[in-house]
C-alpha cells in the first residue's frame, strides 16, 4: 500500500469535512472510497427491519441506480450483509456457481457489473445498512483494496450519524437511533425515496389496497418493465402512470 492506513484514513475524513454535513459528505466519502479501492462504483445503502430504506450517498448515478435495485427486487447482498453483519464479497456474478438474488444479478450484469461487495455499517450496536461496491470486471475485493472499503464502511457512520442526531438528538440509544429516521416520513427524502412513499399512499387511495399489497405492486411493475421502483413511483406522483385494479401487469400511462 502506498500510503498507510491512518494517512487513507486521514483523506476519508477529509473528503467528508469538506462538504456538508450528511448527503454530500457521504458521496464525496463513496467517491473517494472508489479512487482508493479499486472498484467503479459505491454507495451506501440504509436497511432496517430487513428492508433497503434508501441510498444515502453515492460516488455517481449509476451507483445510485445499482443501489436502487436491491429496494426494487427485495434482495441483494446489502441485505444479507446487514442480516448476517458480516462482509459479503462476490467477485464474479457470471460465475455459473453463483445462485443467490437471481432477479437482482440479472439487472446489475445487464448494466455490466461483474463484482459486488457489501460491507455492513454499525452504529453504536446496531447494523443500519451496508457500504456497497461494484466492479465491472471480475476480481476480488482483498488486502490493500478490502482494508480500505473495511475503513470507509466504519468512517459512514459519522454522516449517519449527523442525521440521526438530528432526528432524534443526543439522548436516544440502542434501536432508537435508527427507528425515527428510518421509519419516519420526514426522512424520506434525506433517503431519497420520498417519492415511493408518495407513490404507495396514491395506490392505496386508488386500489383500496393495504400498504404492502401497494409496495407489492409498485415493485412488480417496476420488474416486469425493466425499471427501479423509484423510476415507477415518479411516474405516478407525476400521474404519468397508474397501476390497474385488477393488478395485471397493463397500466393506464398518461403524457408526461
Known sequence: MASSLSDIRAELIAAMSNNTPGLAATDELCATCVGLAGVDGAALSVVYRGASRGTFGSSSEASRRLDEYQFTFGEGPCLDAVATREAVLVPNLDSPRERRWPLLRGALLDDGVRGVFALPVMVTSVCVGALDLFRSAPGPLEGDDLAVAL??????????????????????????????????????????????????????????????????????????????????????????????????????????
Open 151 to 256: 475503513l470507509a464502511a466504519e468512517l459512514a457512520t459519522a454522516p449517519l450519524l449527523d442525521l440521526i442526531a438530528d432526528a432524534v438528538g443526543v439522548g436516544a440509544h440502542g434501536e432508537d437511533l435508527f427507528e425515527s429516521v428510518a421509519s419516519g416520513p420526514e426522512h424520506a427524502a434525506e433517503l431519497d425515496r420520498v417519492e415511493v412513499h408518495q407513490a404507495t399512499g396514491m395506490l392505496i387511495a386508488a386500489l383500496d389496497v393495504d400498504a404492502t399489497e401497494a409496495l407489492v405492486r409498485l415493485r412488480a411493475h417496476a420488474i416486469t418493465t425493466g425499471q427501479t421502483a423509484s423510476q415507477v413511483a415518479r411516474a405516478i406522483v407525476e400521474r404519468r402512470l397508474m397501476l390497474e385494479t385488477d393488478g395485471r401487469a397493463g397500466a393506464r400511462e398518461g403524457s408526461p
